[in-house]
């Protein structure tokens, strides 16, 4: 290809050197780039390709086949969101389970509530933990909580075996739906959530951009409607370094207790903490369920 540095103003270069692009079927056309620093850690898992890199402005970043899952910077704006939209959500929290969410963020912001006594963790590739302690440890501190219990294997015969009304919260930390986080996008995958789930029990499932992946949340929501019978929103978040700025998540709850996802009833207190939360607020709960219209007019609201 034709190399950045000539002074060709006209030149195309596919692939900048020295720079990281994060090129997918995913979102054609399009590719978020990153300034390499060093390359830290490169390996091949029985699942996927895991690389480690330090980037000049983001701080350290994990990539998944060739998708960026966090960097040190924006990590923050994601795992403190992903988590305290549903445990925010319902008044007493005990027993959570996360699927995927290798990295250990979840867990991190999970162990804030002191409420919950008990995290169950089921990751698919052992190499994500293992990197995470090793470049991410102010992300994998979340492991060393004692309420927490790491499970090594895939997610979905993970839920299918929890006996019915176990957990009060569920969150999905999963990949893109290419690989193999692909079945924790499908109809059966939230239907053994729901069983999993104490009556008025919550799951909080990574889901896509509304900018990328319309096609695929207006699958997710048809679904979520047919299987939980309390409520069904869509929440999102910006997050500079994944495809288009910004994640959505799915929010939804079981028959029982009512849930009322926009209006916070669990307050989590961040000013007292040691590590004070840097992203979310009660105020940001709130404003995360507002859509643009676009998106309002094609999700809709429950
Ligand atoms: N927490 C992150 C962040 O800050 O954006 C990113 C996502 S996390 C690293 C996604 C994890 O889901 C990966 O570690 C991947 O291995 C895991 N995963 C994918 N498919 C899975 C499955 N079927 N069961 C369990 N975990 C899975």
Same mark, same amino acid.
């Not at 795992?79 to 990295?103: A, F, R, W, Y």
């Not at 699958?219 to 409520?231: L, M, T, W, Y």
């Not at 840097?278 to 940001?284: G, R, T, V």
């Given at each position: 290809?034709?190399?950045?540095?000539?002074?060709?103003?006209? $030149?195309?270069?596919?692939?900048?050197?020295?720079?990281?692009?994060?090129?997918?079927?995913?979102?054609?056309?399009?590719?978020?780039?990153?300034?390499?620093?060093?390359? %830290?850690?490169?390996?091949?898992?029985?699942?996927?390709?895991?690389?480690?890199?330090?980037?000049?402005?983001?701080?350290?970043?994990?990539?998944?086949?060739?998708?960026?899952?966090?960097?040190?910077?924006?990590?923050?704006?994601?795992?403190? @969101?992903?988590?305290?939209?549903?445990?925010?959500?319902?008044?007493?929290?005990?027993?959570? %389970?996360?699927?995927?969410?290798?990295?250990?963020?979840?867990?991190? *912001?999970? $162990?804030?509530?002191?409420?919950?006594?008990?995290?169950?963790?089921?990751?698919?590739?052992?190499?994500?933990?293992?990197?995470?302690?090793?470049?991410?440890?102010?992300?994998?501190?979340?492991?060393?909580?004692?309420?927490?219990?790491?499970?090594?294997?895939?997610?979905?015969?993970?839920?299918?075996?929890?006996?019915?009304?176990?957990?009060? +919260?569920?969150?999905?930390?999963?990949?893109?739906?290419?690989?193999?986080?692909?079945?924790?996008?499908?109809?059966?995958?939230?239907?053994?959530?729901?069983? $999993?789930?104490?009556?008025?029990?919550?799951?909080?499932?990574?889901?896509?951009?509304?900018? %990328?992946? @319309?096609?695929?949340?207006?699958?997710?929501?048809?679904?979520?409607?047919?299987?939980?019978?309390?409520?069904?929103?869509?929440?999102?978040?910006?997050?500079?370094?994944?495809?288009?700025?910004?994640?959505?998540?799915?929010?939804?709850?079981? *028959?029982?207790?009512?849930?009322?996802?926009?209006?916070?009833?669990?307050?989590?207190?961040?000013?007292?903490?040691?590590?004070?939360?840097?992203?979310?607020?009660?105020?940001?709960?709130? $404003? +995360?369920?507002?859509?643009?219209?676009?998106?309002?007019?094609?999700?809709?609201?429950?």
């Amino acid at each position: 290809g034709v190399s950045a540095s000539t002074n060709d103003p006209n $030149a195309i270069s596919s692939i900048i050197p020295g720079w990281f692009s994060e090129i997918s079927p995913m979102w054609p056309g399009e590719a978020h780039s990153l300034k390499v620093e060093k390359i %830290l850690f490169e390996g091949k898992s029985e699942y996927q390709n895991v690389m480690v890199f330090q980037s000049s402005t983001y701080g350290k970043v994990l990539v998944l086949d060739g998708v960026i899952q966090l960097t040190e910077r924006d990590e923050c704006a994601y795992q403190e @969101m992903i988590t305290h939209l549903p445990l925010c959500s319902i008044p007493n929290p005990k027993k959570v %389970l996360v699927i995927g969410g290798g990295d250990g963020g979840v867990l991190r *912001e999970v $162990a804030r509530h002191n409420s919950v006594e008990k995290i169950d963790i089921c990751e698919i590739d052992k190499m994500v933990v293992d990197v995470s302690k090793q470049f991410f440890p102010d992300v994998a501190v979340g492991y060393e909580d004692k309420r927490v219990t790491l499970h090594i294997g895939d997610g979905v015969a993970f839920l299918k075996a929890v006996p019915q009304g176990t957990y009060d +919260a569920v969150i999905v930390d999963s990949s893109d739906p290419i690989g193999p986080a692909q079945e924790l996008f499908e109809k059966p995958f939230f239907e053994s959530i729901a069983r $999993a789930l104490i009556p008025g029990g919550v799951v909080c499932t990574q889901a896509e951009s509304i900018w %990328l992946h @319309m096609h695929i949340i207006e699958d997710i929501v048809a679904n979520c409607r047919h299987i939980f019978k309390g409520s069904v929103n869509y929440a999102w978040t910006t997050v500079p370094t994944y495809p288009s700025g910004m994640i959505g998540f799915m929010l939804c709850s079981t *028959e029982g207790p009512s849930v009322d996802f926009k209006h916070p009833v669990n307050p989590i207190d961040s000013e007292i903490s040691a590590k004070p939360l840097k992203f979310y607020n009660s105020e940001l709960h709130t $404003a +995360a369920f507002c859509l643009p219209s676009f998106a309002k007019k094609a999700i809709g609201s429950k």
